[in-house]
């Protein structure tokens, strides 16, 4: 019986040591690589302690401002984003948990999910004309709103699904008091379901923060967001330099990367609450 | 119902519009929810729906930059379907997306009850699968691209001082896709384990205590318990997965480029080749929609069943 558990105890400790190697070797090594002195990027096996430099840091600085521009961009893309599905999701979301019975609103559930069915790429293809003849090409804008329409159907069956949790006697007592309903979603309901946007929020911030076809399509200079230039970066003629795309993915990747840590719990929720509701 | 008055105005005829002597059918009252679902619906039908419904027009026309449209019928379909290089993509798409969706499936289920068997450290272990969760395609592609670089990747290099094959993704097509495949396994592993996980945790321990006081054995706890019970969240990760996998553009674009001699291709960098590269927006439109009617069918069964349970919940 003993050996029996032991063998299962090293058994498991193997899987979580597989487990780690799987998840975290290729992250960890980028983020190692883009500290290695030149050439030891290339020794193999590769070298666990080494002198850090910020060697490709210094010549990304230097050779690829248009990075650093990309980050902004990106920044700004991914914050509208964000706020914008958020919103748009937590009022429609308040829409379908309190008004029950509403013509069309019902039906419009299936039109929602219906429509998380279309691929991306399908709409490009009549965007791209009609974004040009608005002047829109290149703009933070037509990201921003790209980025928010693909989560506000998912976004607003989650904040449903949170805002249906919260009691309707709130409402009512609230109600009573003489308040109007957009009093009440922000005054009451609001705090309750901040873990539900917090949920949304991660999903859109991940995806507008890595988000590379539309991008790809519909930025060229102005509003070109950072994995746009890190593609750029992967593809360039005279060969790949390492180092910097090291540098640049673990600058692209760590800000990202530690909010999904840190909102785990919220992400958690909104992917099993995402699947098994719609 | 918190806001009975105006809730139950455009539908069950109390309130106050029946009060003012309206008769109840055909009527149509306003709500204050239309204005609060609007936001939703006008970003959904303006860049969603819409274009797509555009699409739909645009595969039966003939069309290119500085061209008019003209009606074509189901030429572009036909001239779609009669070119090798989509059936090439479809086959190349059939293949990533069966394969790997399916491994992760696996992999997914033995993490789940990895995870449900308990482990050491459980709660950092499980952001530690989560982690790639927060990675973009194009640095996973600079990741994966590197370990295999065929001259200096750390993983090919072990791979031929120990002997093994390598893969040689740069021009034999198959290899190709099989780093792309072990891509989307990476990057989608975090979604597939989470849904299983949570779906064997909603599994009561009563049965599996009552299962082994009936002496039953681990096999057959997993089979007679846990893989009906996780059955349906098994069938919705998988459908979620094929819709998902089926849109897969950037990991090809970024390691192959559908190359060499567009042998790589999968079915959305056939559209965008016929799109962007040769301006050819009807045969791209056909091919659109052909994929969108594919995503529409592969999810009837999900849809349908979410139907059900929504009507259950009487909504």
């Known amino acids: ?278 | 119902m918190a806001f009975g008055s105006e809730a139950s105005v455009g539908h069950r005829g109390e309130g106050t519009a029946e009060a003012a002597g309206e008769t109840k059918r055909r009527r149509f009252a306003f709500s204050p929810a239309y204005l609060y679902a609007t936001p939703v619906h006008l970003l959904v039908l303006g860049i969603i729906v819409l274009p797509a419904i555009f699409v739909l027009w645009l595969s039966f026309e003939a069309s290119s930059f500085g061209q008019s449209a003209t009606f074509v019928g189901f030429d572009n379909y036909i001239r779609v379907l009669t070119d090798p290089y989509f059936w090439c993509s479809v086959w190349n798409t059939v293949l990533v997306v069966a394969v790997a969706v399916h491994i992760e499936l696996l992999l997914g289920l033995g993490l789940a009850l990895l995870f449900a068997s308990g482990l050491p450290l459980q709660r950092v272990m499980l952001v530690v699968v989560l982690a790639p969760y927060a990675i973009s395609e194009v640095t996973a592609v600079a990741m994966w691209r590197f370990l295999f670089d065929p001259d200096v990747g750390p993983i090919t290099l072990m791979l031929r001082y120990t002997g093994l094959p390598t893969l040689d993704w740069t021009f034999i097509p198959s290899h190709g896709l099989v780093l792309v495949g072990l891509l989307t396994i990476w990057l989608h592993l975090p979604f597939t384990f989470i849904i299983l996980y949570a779906a064997r945790l909603a599994v009561p321990k009563e049965l599996y205590e009552a299962g082994r006081t009936d002496g039953a054995n681990a096999f057959q706890l997993f089979r007679n318990i846990t893989l009906p019970l996780l059955a349906p969240a098994m069938l919705i990760a998988l459908l979620f997965r094929y819709i998902f996998a089926f849109r897969l553009f950037s990991e090809v674009w970024l390691l192959t480029q559908g190359g060499p001699a567009r042998t790589t291709e999968v079915v959305s960098v056939y559209l965008y080749q016929e799109g962007f590269r040769y301006n050819s927006f009807g045969t791209a439109a056909a091919t659109a929609w052909m994929m969108v009617v594919i995503s529409l069918l592969l999810a009837t069964g999900y849809v349908w069943r979410l139907r059900k349970e929504s009507l259950a919940n009487a909504f």
Not at chain 1, 151 to 168: A, H
Not at chain 1, 238 to 262: E, I, K, M, N, R
Request: proline share 6%; charged share 15%; net charge positive.
């Open chain 1, 1 to 278: 019986m003993r050996s029996r558990r032991l063998a299962i105890g090293a058994g498991k400790m193997l899987a979580v040591a597989a487990i780690v190697v799987w998840s975290l070797f290729p992250i960890g090594f980028i983020v190692l690589s883009s500290f290695k002195p030149g050439r030891e990027i290339f020794a193999v096996p590769p070298e666990l302690f080494f002198e850090p430099t910020l060697e490709h840091y210094a010549s990304l600085w230097q050779r690829w401002p248009a990075f650093f521009d990309g980050l902004v961009n990106s920044l700004i893309i991914t914050t509208g984003a964000t706020a914008l599905a958020v919103m748009a999701s937590m009022l429609a979301g308040f829409a379908y948990s309190r008004y029950r019975g509403v013509r069309f609103l019902e039906g419009s559930v299936m039109f929602l999910i219906g429509s998380r069915l279309i691929p991306p790429i399908v709409v490009t293809l009549p965007l791209f004309p009609v974004v040009n003849r608005l002047g829109l090409n290149d703009t933070h804008l037509v990201l921003i709103l790209l980025y928010a329409t693909f989560f506000v159907s998912l976004g607003t069956l989650l904040m449903r699904t949170f805002i249906d949790q919260v009691p309707r006697e709130l409402d009512e007592a609230a109600v009573l008091d003489g308040a109007r309903p957009l009093t009440i979603l922000v005054k009451i309901i609001l705090p309750l379901v901040a873990p539900g946007m917090l949920a949304v929020a991660v999903f859109v911030v991940v995806f507008a923060w890595n988000e590379f076809l539309f991008a790809y399509i519909f930025t060229a200079n102005h509003a070109k967001t950072a994995p746009l230039v890190l593609s750029e970066m992967i593809s360039s003629i005279d060969g790949v330099d390492w180092g910097v795309l090291f540098a640049a993915s673990t600058v692209q990747l760590l800000p990202v990367l530690v909010f999904v840590v840190l909102m785990n719990r919220f992400l958690v929720a909104g992917l099993t609450a995402g699947a098994t509701k719609g």
